[in-house]
């Protein structure tokens, strides 16, 4: 789908993904700093300003898919992109340019993933531009879907290839089950792993804790001389019997006593060989 003014472009490209879940292609699609890993014809991608996925960040994409002005000299196209807008309810993100070679002005672009039920989700990508010099906008709005095409092939085998089940099973947050059924149990699958970024999502897709939707995100970051950071983050949908502020300190503390078997565990290895 497209419109035409004399000025402004506007183009929207769509692709469903038949073995991916809404919730695992938005972790993907959020990780802003890394976007070539899905997007075939980006050959690089990386922060330049901000903490990724945070609004105002910005990313230094590099690639091919593109024809950049420089001449035959210099056949990389480039851009820097602004992140602007993070939605997590709707699965929403949407970011600018802010410099390039390709010719590309007032570029601003939106991406939604949309849940299709049992049937996967669908990514809509769509953006306004100025009228591109050298371009047609039909031929433009084509290199976004074969793009997009390839990109959720990439998806989809990427996450298809993580194992996909652990069973966890102990006393943290209360079953569902009654008196006679104690034992508090979850399903949980892997969805993503960086590591470069040091870290992993994963989503509940079975419990006796009443928890729904649930997605969580552990990232390890590094803190200099001082050690590193664990951040544990998760949503969920709203959990019957439960206040979020005791759910999240539950969590709190956790992953003090995980953090003190850790740093146990790592102290009793002798420093030499």
Not at 26 to 51: E, M, Q, R, V
Not at 106 to 124: A, H, L, N, R
Request: with cysteine; proline share 4%; net charge negative.
């Amino acid at each position: 789908m497209e419109s035409k003014s004399n000025s402004k472009w506007e183009g929207k490209a769509c692709t469903k993904l038949t073995n991916a879940t809404a919730d695992q292609v938005w972790l993907l699609y959020k990780d802003f700093f890394n976007f070539h890993k899905w997007f075939p014809s980006l050959a690089t991608c990386y922060g330049i300003h901000g903490t990724n996925g945070e609004p105002g960040c910005i990313r230094y994409c590099a690639g091919f898919s593109i024809p950049s002005n420089d001449g035959d000299n210099k056949p990389v196209s480039w851009s820097k992109e602004r992140l602007i807008a993070v939605d997590d309810d709707e699965r929403r993100l949407s970011y600018e340019i802010v410099d390039s070679n390709i010719g590309f002005k007032s570029y601003v672009s939106t991406v939604k993933i949309v849940p299709q039920g049992d049937e996967g989700c669908m990514i809509e990508w769509s953006f306004t531009v100025d009228k591109v010099e050298g371009w047609v906008l039909d031929d433009l709005v084509k290199k976004y879907e074969v793009g997009l095409q390839r990109m959720v092939k990439r998806m989809e085998d990427e996450l298809a290839s993580f194992e996909p089940e652990g069973y966890c099973a102990g006393f943290s947050i209360p079953s569902n089950d009654g008196d006679n059924k104690p034992v508090s149990w979850s399903k949980e699958r892997l969805i993503a792993v960086d590591d470069d970024e040091r870290r992993l999502s994963y989503e509940i897709v079975d419990s006796n804790i009443g928890f729904k939707s649930y997605v969580s995100t552990v990232k390890i970051v590094p803190q200099g001389d001082e050690g590193c950071m664990i951040e544990w983050s998760f949503t969920v949908d709203k959990v019957e019997g439960w206040v979020l502020d005791d759910l999240v300190k539950k969590y709190e503390v956790g992953l003090q006593r995980m953090l003190k078997r850790m740093e146990d565990e790592l102290a009793s290895f002798e420093p030499e060989g």
